[in-house]
Nanobody, 120 residues
Framework: QLQRVGSGGGWVQPGGSLRLSCIASGRTPDYDYIMWFRQVPGKGCDFVTGIKWKGGSQDYAGCVNGRFTNAKDKVDNTVNLNIPNPKLEDTGNYYC?????????????WGQGILVTVTD
């Protein structure tokens, strides 16, 4: 029912900036906890951030805490992941997901992967 389409990504050098967008479409408001995951070949899929659509609860993985930020745009039904200073280790496929439970323990819907390549 609820589809989340990701946008953004691309090539960026260290010291640049990047913003990934997760756009929610549909009429089901059940997926209230929005998450970002990062998939790196050979390293699995790691949790990056989580934010509650209604309310202010936010979670950040230790490796991105203090660097990445989430921002909600309820007018456009979008969650934006801001990466102000990408590092080489931030390279990967980023996926946004909506979950029915805070913390990501419920039912989940996935958006399309967004490729981020940080290179010199």
């Amino acid at each position: 029912q609820l589809q989340r389409v990701g946008s953004g990504g691309g090539w960026v050098q260290p010291g640049g900036s990047l913003r990934l967008s997760c756009i929610a479409s549909g009429r089901t408001p059940d997926y209230d906890y929005i998450m970002w995951f990062r998939q790196v070949p050979g390293k699995g899929c790691d949790f990056v951030t989580g934010i509650k659509w209604k309310g202010g609860s936010q979670d950040y993985a230790g490796c991105v805490n203090g660097r990445f930020t989430n921002a909600k745009d309820k007018v456009d039904n979008t969650v934006n992941l801001n990466i102000p200073n990408p590092k080489l280790e931030d390279t990967g496929n980023y996926y946004c997901a909506g979950d029915t439970q805070v913390g990501g323990s419920g039912q989940r819907v996935w958006g399309q992967g967004i490729l981020v390549t940080v290179t010199d």
